[in-house]
């Protein structure tokens, strides 16, 4: 019985064998026929219409003419003077404050500051008159000196340069002086803004519209005095159009020119494109993470009150684009020992054609020359499992897939 049982085994093997062997040999021969990693095809037409090339990238809105108008006191909103949509001038009165013992505490010394510096200026303009009467004198004393001198004596020689010498000196001091003065004018308006921005009365940097305000009567404004921190109360919109920035890639960059046409894109406002021109380039750059990004600014058109800074945009920068072309999908463009075909069918008969391209995108390529219009054009595309492949000019035929064997991997 046992070895009844070993000779079933033995002849059960042989069989599989066998029948594996067969099958190969079968899937040989059909590959005979048919190339099974021969590719689906399918066909387009050669279209004439608009091509262009573009670079994308995606931003953010970096200012979109909002002012913001700030505070550093300490207290509680006493009353809101204007409202959204109200235009208002430059120095209007925005809001009162109550000011907080810190708020009052950091006026006063905001204010004494200003003293300070308002009285060094008026120090240092007294001293550029005295300076001024003192470069005068020596003038007159040195023209003098000119006229009356023979320069024939070594004390007229000396004479002559002491009295050079001291307009040279009188005029260094005066100015010196002038130099000074603008320092403590610089420091006055310096400590103007300081006070300013430690008054209850909160006023307009500029002249717009008021775009928003983030603070209601009786809220609590604070600020850190050590930090000298600022609260943004409101805004103020001004005239002008919205401002981009993006990061153009080392691949890209020497194809972006100032000036060029860019369409701009965002995903708050829907179902709609703005048109832009880039105005700036940052040619330096920086690398991040081993990348390399250079800063490009696009400025928009038109103005929009939707388009808020910190947007995120996504921009389309046109480097050419053409009308009234032949084109093709990019995809029926094959590259063959340096030269550039595609393969066209009429009726049942295909045939490599040599083409010449210009304007090439991921999607169409220009075809400069070598097909027409209308011409029909053969695509390859992957092959697929379990799906029937058109191999028309590979001598016809359907190629099938048994079920497990190929296909795709899971």
């Known amino acids: 019985m046992k070895i009844f049982k070993n000779k079933k085994i033995k002849i059960g093997i042989g069989v599989f064998v066998a029948l594996t062997i067969a099958f190969f040999i079968y899937r040989n021969k059909i590959g005979d026929k048919q190339d099974i990693n021969a590719q689906q095809t399918i066909t387009a037409q050669a ?8 670079v994308s990238a995606s931003g953010q809105i970096e200012t979109a003419n909002y002012l913001a108008i700030t505070t550093s006191v300490n207290g509680i909103v006493k009353k809101v003077h204007v409202k959204e949509g109200d235009t208002v001038f430059k120095g209007q ?3 009162d404050v109550t000011l907080s013992s810190e708020g009052e505490e950091s006026l006063t010394s905001a204010w004494s500051s200003y003293l300070t510096a308002k009285n060094s200026l008026n120090s240092a303009e007294n001293t550029l008159t005295t300076n001024e009467s003192t470069l005068i004198t020596a003038k007159e004393d040195f023209q003098d000196e000119k006229e009356n001198n023979s320069y024939q004596t070594h004390d007229e020689r000396i004479s002559y340069t002491l009295a050079e010498n001291t307009v040279e000196i009188a005029q260094a001091n005066y100015n010196n002086q002038k130099n000074v003065i603008s320092q403590k ?3 006055l308006h310096k400590a103007w803004l300081t006070y300013q921005a430690q008054s209850p009365t909160i006023v307009a940097p500029d002249s717009g519209v008021i775009a928003n305000i983030v603070v209601v009567e009786g809220m609590d404004i604070t600020n850190s005095l050590s930090e000298r921190t600022s609260s943004t109360i409101a805004s103020i919109r001004k005239e002008g159009t919205p401002i981009a920035s993006i990061n153009i890639s080392e691949v890209d960059i020497n194809k972006v020119q100032v000036g060029q046409k860019a369409e701009l894109t965002l995903n708050s406002i829907e179902d709609k494109t703005f048109v832009g021109e880039v105005v700036g380039i940052d040619k330096i750059g920086s690398i991040s993470s081993g990348v390399s990004n250079y800063p490009v600014i696009v400025k928009f058109n038109d103005d929009s009150d939707k388009v ?13 684009e053409k009308d009234n072309v032949i084109y093709v999908p990019s995809a029926a463009i094959i590259s063959m020992g340096g030269n550039t075909i595609v393969r066209v069918k009429e009726g049942e008969e295909t045939a490599p054609i040599h083409v010449e391209i210009g304007i090439t995108t991921n999607e169409f390529t220009e075809i400069l020359s070598g097909i027409k219009e209308g011409t029909t054009i053969l695509i390859n595309t992957l092959p697929t499992s379990g799906f029937t492949a058109d191999h028309n000019e590979q001598g016809g035929g359907n190629r099938r897939m048994f079920p497990g064997m190929g296909g795709s991997r899971r």
């Open 47 to 54: 279209m004439r219409g608009a091509i262009k090339e573009t």
């Open 308 to 320: 808020l800074p910190n947007m995120g945009i996504d921009i389309e920068i046109i480097i050419q």
């Open 185 to 187: 004018q610089t420091a």
């Open 93 to 95: 009165s925005i809001m």
